[in-house]
Nanobody, 122 residues
């Protein structure tokens, strides 16, 4: 049974924007860490953004200033602006139990969606 469901991926030209959503009502709570990851072909899964507590966020250096993570009671979001070709990847949302400050490492998350593809062309 899939417990996190991503949507909103697609193809866009460099400089464009996309907004990803993840249906995650069961997991959004101050006691959990919620995150977006991505994985490009031939590369390791990379943490992109995390959110936890009452809106604490953190981002990888590669997306800082361009991506914004947010959530409401039912969904996790990733607003992606000024997209670059190197942002092309399969994007996943993930949930994990919070133990202090949330990590951006994939090993800290135990529930994953199936991913949504983002393709940025030049």
């Amino acid at each position: 049974q899939v417990q996190l469901v991503e949507s909103g991926g697609g193809s866009v030209q460099a400089g464009g924007s996309l907004r990803l959503s993840c249906a995650a009502a069961r997991y959004i709570a101050s006691t959990n860490c919620m995150a977006w990851f991505r994985q490009a072909p031939g590369k390791e899964r990379e943490g992109v953004a995390i959110i936890f507590g009452y809106g604490v966020t953190d981002y990888s250096d590669s997306v800082k200033g361009r991506f914004t993570i947010s959530q409401d009671n039912a969904n996790l979001y990733l607003q992606m602006n000024s997209l670059k070709v190197e942002d092309t990847a399969l994007y996943y949302c993930a949930a994990g139990v919070r133990l202090g400050y949330c990590s951006i490492a994939p090993s800290s998350y135990n529930t994953w969606g199936q991913g949504t593809q983002v393709t940025v062309s030049s």
